[in-house]
């Protein structure tokens, strides 16, 4: 197996979509579309069902008591620790158009991972200036020459979609973070008409990403993406280690289930302030942080090299408003 073989994560239900819709589409971004009549809050609804029922399985799964404690990024781990790996660099290069949060969102994220590194000191956070949200991963674990044929091919049409969410404005609401065993992210669902002054909501963040796709592919690539399922989504934080999760037993560590308890609770915690304090309500505006617009002060990243940490370099980035 290549190197890039063994660093893949283990197959889990990352990707899985449970929104209740099959990608059968010729662009599969369609399918959902379709569905949901073209109806944004039809289209909000698959968003929220999928990632409620994903959380609901998390929070079994690592509340089970068979669970044995949450996953270490091995790539991570290894970059984090120079001095017993100093020859390591990652290397799965990948290709991607990067939604970049606003000033405000990036605030709010930096409260929340505030209140997770209290339960959980040893989280490893996705620092302010890394921050995205994948609206379209073209490919993923190459090499870097593999990865420079493909942004040769889109270079010409790079202005075109990076600038694109100029005219094409998707709004998200309602943050609220997703979880697993190995990661928690920010996420959002496409607005439908929230907030005390009315929206025009009718292109969402699902028609964007179609747009994209459609961008790309006419472009002549072949889209390679990991998921096409409705997510839209910020990773805010990793597990490097088990070891806030760990309770001393003799001469050996062992998995404490009632430290997994309080890390859950901890979660369903800060889910309940942020609908509480920035979801829509009637007759208020949204809050700052609880809303954003897509190509909001940044346009698309145009981004390759190995990303999955928030690093990488810029190919191209579009113009924001």
């Known amino acids: 197996m290549s190197e890039i073989g ?10 899985v979509d449970y929104s209740g819709i099959m990608p059968l589409t010729k662009n599969p971004y369609d399918a959902l579309i379709d ?8 289209i909000q ?10 959380n609901a399985q998390q929070r079994t799964r690592l509340l089970d008591p068979g669970f044995s404690g949450v996953s270490v990024d091995p ?3 290894r970059l984090l620790n120079p001095e017993e790996f100093s020859d390591f660099k990652d290397p799965r290069h990948c290709l991607v158009f990067w939604a970049r949060p606003p000033e405000s969102v990036k605030a709010l994220i930096s409260a929340i991972q505030h209140r997770l590194r209290a339960t959980a000191p040893n ?23 593999e990865i420079d044929t493909f942004v040769q091919t889109l270079l010409p049409s790079a202005a075109t979609i990076t600038d694109y969410t100029v005219l094409h404005r998707a709004r998200l609401v309602k943050p609220m973070i997703g979880y697993d065993a190995s990661a928690l992210a920010l996420s959002f669902v496409p607005a439908c008409g929230e907030g005390a002054e009315a929206c025009n909501d009718a292109y969402t963040y699902h028609h964007l990403r179609r747009d994209l796709y459609g961008l790309i592919t006419s472009a002549g690539v072949t889209v390679a993406s990991r998921y096409t399922i409705p997510t839209s989504h910020i990773t805010i934080a990793r597990f490097v280690t088990q070891r806030d999760f760990l309770r001393e037993e003799k001469e050996s560590s062992v998995f404490d289930s009632h430290i997994m308890n309080a890390w859950v609770d901890t979660i369903e915690g800060i889910n309940a302030w942020l609908e509480q304090s920035y979801w829509p309500a009637q007759g208020r505006d949204i809050p700052e942080g609880g809303q954003w617009i897509v190509g909001q ?12 940490y928030g690093g990488g370099e810029t190919i191209r980035l579009g113009a924001g408003f």
């Not at 063994?6 to 990707?15: A, E, F, R, T």
């Not at 002060?297 to 999955?308: C, H, M, P, V």
Request: glycine share 4%; aromatic share 8%.
């Open 6 to 15: 063994k660093l893949q994560p283990k197959v889990s239900d990352n990707y």
């Open 35 to 42: 569905a949901s009549r073209d109806n944004p809050k039809e």
């Open 45 to 54: 609804d698959r968003y929220q069902t999928h990632r409620l029922t994903r």
């Open 75 to 77: 790539v991570l781990a």
């Open 123 to 145: 989280l490893w956070l996705m620092p302010a200036d890394c921050l995205h949200m994948t609206t379209l991963e073209v490919t993923h674990s190459l090499t870097a020459p």
């Open 297 to 308: 002060e940044k346009g698309l990243d145009f981004r390759k090299g190995t990303l999955w």
